[in-house]
Structure formats: structure tokens, C-alpha cells
Nanobody
Framework: QVQLVESGGGLVQAGGSLRLSCAAS????????MGWYRQAPEKEREFVAR????????SYTDSVKGRFTISRDNAKNTVYLQMNSLKPEDTAIYYC??????????WGQGTQVTVSS
């Protein structure tokens, strides 16, 4: 099992920045990828960004490319999402996601991000 604790959400004006953190504990040695998803009101949960173990490759959804950066600190088993140039449409609950070998899929409790116009 892997436990996830998220932090860093809040209220920010458009154009501002926030950094989300997600700390993993438990069977962290089996983690092979960490990522972020978000869910806006009355919308389905969508992929935001992901980072892979080993080479540290990353992927982003098109709407956040150039504005968001995902990174990790292996020593702390923590993944970060630096969000710059925030827009009102980025308002959502952001969820940390961790996948482990062989078939583990874990979610954080979610953290609210609200961007005012």
C-alpha cells in the first residue's frame, strides 16, 4: 500500500502561481510513476501531468504545457506541480496519483485550487 498526502492548494488571482506537493509513504520502492489529475465542477477528472522513475521523463496535457512543471524529490518520495500563469479555467480539485508495480494505482485526497479572474 502507498499513502499520499497532498498540500499547497489555495486561492490565487489569474496570472499567479501555486505549487502543489504530494508526499508518498509506505511501499514507495514499487512506485514507477507519479502524476497529477484535476476535476472541475460538473466535469470528469482529467490528466494534467506525469513523471516517470528512471529517466524522469514527463508528459503534460496540452492546456498546461509551458505553464506547469512537474518534478520529484526521490529522497523525500514527493512529487511537485509548479503552476504558473494560472487561469480561471485551471480551477479544480487537484489529485495526486501514484502507480506501482505490478498493478497498484493510488490517489490522494485532493486539494482545491481556485483561480479568480
Amino acid at each position: 500500500q502507498v499513502q499520499l498526502v497532498e498540500s499547497g492548494g489555495g486561492l490565487v488571482q489569474a496570472g499567479g502561481s501555486l505549487r502543489l506537493s504530494c508526499a508518498a509513504s509506505g511501499r514507495t520502492f514499487s512506485i514507477y510513476t507519479m502524476g497529477w489529475y484535476r476535476q472541475a465542477p460538473e466535469k470528469e477528472r482529467e490528466f494534467v501531468a506525469r513523471i516517470y522513475e528512471g529517466g524522469g521523463g514527463t508528459s503534460y496535457t496540452d492546456s498546461v504545457k509551458g505553464r506547469f512543471t512537474i518534478s520529484r524529490d526521490n529522497a523525500k518520495n514527493t512529487v511537485y506541480l509548479q503552476m504558473n500563469s494560472l487561469k480561471p479555467e485551471d480551477t479544480a480539485i487537484y489529485y495526486c496519483n501514484v502507480r506501482t508495480t505490478p498493478f497498484g494505482d493510488y490517489w490522494g485526497q485532493g486539494t482545491q485550487v481556485t483561480v479568480s479572474s
